[in-house]
């Protein structure tokens, strides 16, 4: 081998070690079964746009069996896994300005309401700085939470003192509204409660019943239109672990995140709710669709009333304009295409 050919060798190698050096692994924590659209579309989606954004020097992996949904924002911040995402209703309290995008009938899609999501948070309420500690981004809500019970009931003041499991945020306004016994306890354990009937029911989205397999315990289903709420969740970053990429690559994750993700993930968690409604269907779950205008919607929009003001007055001390922001959200979700 001449002197030459070694050298262009030795180049390479040291181009390939540096290359195999520089490439960083990115860990999401997620606390969703693996079946779950998040974890089926939303995180390999998002990996595969960070991997191009990158040119390969940052692949995403996600991890699993990480705890309480509730302990992502503190393990991303303290760095014991890179990012991650949660329902914003775990953690009352912190969490208020959140509950913007939860508030009954503003009748849209995941889609539509995560992008409004995203633009009314940045516009309004990054300042007020609920998000402490992290980097946020993206904002998205699931899909319409609906009553999801072991047996039926026909109105719902039928609710009244039912054992419902909720998860917090506006839901558990809505609960406490129509007298239920209010369970805490994460998504993922619900299945196992309604099997042992230490809960009778509970408000959560369709995708649930398919990728919960609720459509085994919780047989009896009231679909509003649009739901009775929707719930708020954060996609956020450990913010060392953006600053200590190299500006390229920093710049290029944040490019294919924001309202790009938070659209994405709307519409992953309402072609969830499609399918979970097939699957609740073809699985013979008693399915009581609600019209508008019929008793039961008229009996939730009284339910509801003066659940503006209220939320008003429990952000007053944030120090944002929170009218102004829920006006323009709705005009945003409502008008998006």
């Not at 719930?231 to 390229?248: E, V």
């Amino acid at each position: 081998m001449s002197n030459l050919t070694k050298i262009a060798c030795a180049g390479l190698l040291i181009g390939l070690s540096g290359q195999a050096y520089s490439e960083t692994t990115l860990r999401v924590g997620s606390w969703l079964p693996p079946t779950h659209p998040q974890n089926v579309d939303v995180w390999p989606t998002w990996g595969k746009w960070v991997e191009e954004a990158t040119e390969g020097r940052v692949k995403v992996v996600v991890e699993y069996g990480l705890g309480h949904p509730k302990t992502m924002f503190e393990l991303v911040e303290d760095g014991v896994i890179d990012a991650s995402f949660s329902y914003h209703g775990y953690v009352p309290g912190r969490f208020k300005l959140t509950q913007a995008v939860e508030q009954p009938l503003l009748g849209v899609s995941a889609e539509a309401a995560s992008v409004a999501h995203w633009r009314v948070f940045n516009k309004y309420f990054a300042e007020a700085n609920e998000h402490d500690g992290l980097e946020v981004i993206g904002l998205f809500t699931h899909g319409p939470g609906q009553v999801q019970m072991a047996k039926p009931v026909s109105s719902l003041a039928d609710l009244n003192g039912k054992k419902i499991r909720l998860g917090g945020g506006v839901q558990a306004e809505i609960g406490h509204r129509m007298g239920v016994t209010a369970v805490g306890a994460p998504a993922p354990k619900v299945y196992e409660m309604m099997q042992q009937g230490v809960i009778d029911g509970v408000f959560i989205p369709m995708v649930d019943q398919k990728s919960l397999r609720l459509k085994e315990v919780a047989r009896n289903v009231i679909a509003f239109p649009g739901g009775m709420y929707l719930g708020s969740f954060g996609i956020f970053m450990n913010q060392d672990f953006l600053a200590d990429l190299d500006a390229k690559d920093r710049d290029a994750i944040l490019a294919v995140s924001g309202e790009k993700l938070s659209a994405m993930a709307g519409a992953a968690w309402d072609a969830g709710d499609a399918v979970g409604l097939k699957a609740a269907q073809e699985a013979g779950v008693n399915i009581t669709m609600v019209q508008e205008g019929d008793a039961l919607s008229a009996e939730f929009k009284e339910l509801t009333k003066g659940m503006d003001e209220a939320f008003l007055e429990s952000v007053a001390e944030r120090g944002v304009d929170a009218k102004a922001a829920l006006a323009e959200l709705r005009e945003i979700a409502r008008s998006y295409k």
